[in-house]
């Protein structure tokens, strides 16, 4: 087991080149759904159990799919209200068993990309071939349910492997050709876009996931209420418009539909986006336009400045 992911370089924060997004914008912003889907009786696997409770676990999975019967529409109409077009990570099984979900965002451009196909079937414990067949699988099914050639990748519930990246990114280039984004949320390290190393050389990035924005992080785990959610997400947007000035930064908030979608937590999280879609200087986009225009306009800039910090630390 190595000491190190390896699938990056040290890149010190202080003296980067440059970023600027479209129009001067400071901050590059999107928001994230996870529109997942949870199985009553999953497959056993023998490193993670997929529910606390004792089989079967009716409570974790009847909130789940509240947040797909109720929580989805409630949070997509919001997001229309401030003209945000959702990056949606996918369990893409959606698909099948949800089809009206993805009808209804397929009207409204929303992105589609890569979170496994159920939220209940971990990478943990595959094969490479068996994970490889997986990514597959989910990025067939968004293509065929959606047209979108699916260009990001989050591993489902987390559980990332040390072939996922390289996985991925060579299915993609498999079922789409050398199509110009790829790009990772399962890496948590910068509040910039990153280029990611592959065994294949192509071009990759991670895009910021902003992981302690997430609601379940917020609620599941740091156990906040509400209000105190809606003023961190507002505080965390103020600290990197600020840097956005110098040099562009990313916001992103992952949801949850049977999360930041009850109705006593909603009130906050619409603060949170008039606030910050109330700034001028900020673009609301998506993960792919994100990775796309970093690699078009900075990637190879960005390698050649963590080449040469790279070479002064060893001199």
Not at 109 to 133: A, K, L, P
Not at 138 to 147: A, E, F, Q, Y
């Amino acid at each position: 087991m190595r000491e190190d992911p390896e699938f990056y370089d040290y890149w010190p924060y202080h003296n980067r080149p440059k970023i600027t997004w479209p129009n001067g914008a400071r901050v590059a912003f999107w928001v994230a759904p996870n529109i997942e889907y949870y199985e009553l009786n999953p497959p056993n696997n023998p490193y993670r159990q997929a529910w606390p409770q004792a089989s079967p676990a009716v409570a974790g999975y009847s909130i789940r799919d509240y947040g797909n019967r109720v929580g989805h529409s409630r949070q997509m109409n919001l997001l229309d209200k401030y003209g945000i077009r959702g990056s949606i990570s996918l369990s893409t099984a959606l698909c099948d068993h949800h089809p009206e979900i993805i009808a209804a965002c397929r009207e409204r451009d929303w992105e589609f990309f890569s979170h496994g196909i159920y939220n209940t079937r971990y990478t943990y414990g595959m094969s490479g071939e068996q994970e490889r067949s997986m990514i597959r699988d989910s990025m067939l099914s968004i293509h065929k349910h959606t047209g979108q050639k699916c260009a990001g990748y989050l591993a489902p519930a987390l559980s990332h492997s040390e072939q996922t990246l390289d996985l991925f990114a060579e299915v993609g280039t498999e079922l789409f050709g050398d199509q110009a984004a790829f790009y990772t949320c399962d890496l948590f390290h910068d509040d910039q876009p990153t280029p990611i190393k592959l065994r294949s050389e192509k071009k990759f990035v991670s895009v910021p996931y902003s992981l302690e924005m997430n609601d379940t992080i917020a609620f599941a785990v740091n156990k906040i209420e509400p209000r105190r959610y809606g003023e961190q997400l507002k505080r965390n947007f103020d600290r990197l418009y600020q840097e956005g000035a110098q040099s562009g930064t990313i916001m992103c908030i992952p949801t949850h539909n049977y999360q930041v979608s009850c109705p006593h937590r909603l009130k906050a999280f619409e603060e949170a986006l008039e606030y910050i879609t109330g700034h001028s200087d900020v673009w609301v986009t998506t993960g792919k336009e994100i990775a796309s225009y970093f690699i078009d306009k900075y990637y190879e800039t960005v390698l050649a400045d963590i080449s040469a910090k790279k070479g002064n630390n060893h001199e």
